[in-house]
């Protein structure tokens, strides 16, 4: 999940507003709230960066063996990076992990002691999810756009090469100032 800051702004500014507003929660401090809510979805965002990371790694360490098979790049990763999110359990897959993030806000909602609970706390959980859906929807489309920039280049580029990683950042930028996200 490579979320933007300021997508990561909005929907949490969303969450807090739509919680607020419907009354589902009174917050004591609405601030120290929304900073709590940023830190579980950093956190979450942090998770899997740290697993994409080290799966790319340990990839680049034994390369000579995925050479040997004939593996691509990037499948090896993902093999990996599944792996190392299964031990753990970190869900992959987004709405899964979404659903995993909106747990973990239910679960701060019900024992911080700040907060007064009106709504049933799935039923919270599961705004919160709808919410979340539409984070990665939106992450989703660029995502998409970006590639679909890079596979219409005449020179094709291997994904996961340097080259590719450098392009894809530079072109996903791009898409975040054209939609005003940085």
Same mark, same amino acid.
């Given at each position: 999940?490579?979320?933007?800051?300021?997508?990561?702004?909005r929907i949490v500014n969303n969450i807090e507003k739509e919680l607020?507003?419907?009354?589902?929660?009174?917050?004591?401090?609405? +601030? $120290?709230?929304? &900073?709590?809510?940023?830190?579980? =979805?950093?956190?979450? @965002?942090?998770?899997?960066?740290? %697993? #994409?990371?080290?799966?790319?790694?340990?990839?680049?360490?034994?390369?000579?063996?995925?050479?040997?098979?004939?593996?691509?790049?990037?499948?090896?990763?993902?093999?990996?990076?599944?792996?190392?999110?299964?031990?753990?359990?970190?869900?992959?897959?987004? +709405? $899964?992990?979404? &659903?995993?993030?909106?747990?973990? =806000?239910?679960?701060? @909602?019900?024992?911080?002691?700040? %907060? #007064?609970?009106?709504?049933?706390?799935?039923?919270?959980?599961?705004?919160?999810?709808?919410?979340?859906?539409?984070?990665?929807?939106?992450?989703?489309?660029?995502?998409?756009?970006?590639?679909?920039?890079?596979?219409?280049?005449?020179?094709?580029?291997? +994904?996961?090469?340097?080259?590719?990683?450098?392009?894809?950042?530079?072109?996903?930028?791009?898409?975040?100032?054209?939609?005003?996200?940085?």
């Amino acid at each position: 999940m490579k979320i933007p800051a300021r997508l990561v702004e909005r929907i949490v500014n969303n969450i807090e507003k739509e919680l607020i507003e419907k009354h589902y929660i009174e917050a004591e401090n609405e +601030e $120290e709230f929304r &900073n709590k809510l940023f830190e579980i =979805i950093n956190n979450a @965002i942090q998770e899997e960066k740290e %697993i #994409e990371e080290e799966a790319e790694r340990l990839v680049e360490q034994h390369m000579h063996l995925i050479e040997e098979e004939d593996i691509r790049y990037r499948t090896a990763v993902l093999k990996v990076k599944e792996k190392l999110a299964e031990e753990r359990n970190i869900h992959l897959d987004p +709405e $899964e992990r979404m &659903n995993q993030i909106a747990h973990r =806000i239910k679960k701060y @909602i019900e024992t911080d002691d700040s %907060i #007064e609970i009106f709504e049933h706390p799935n039923k919270i959980r599961r705004k919160v999810f709808e919410m979340l859906k539409q984070l990665v929807k939106e992450e989703k489309e660029i995502d998409r756009e970006v590639r679909q920039r890079i596979k219409s280049y005449s020179k094709k580029i291997i +994904e996961g090469t340097p080259e590719w990683r450098i392009l894809y950042n530079r072109i996903y930028e791009d898409a975040l100032k054209r939609r005003g996200l940085l």
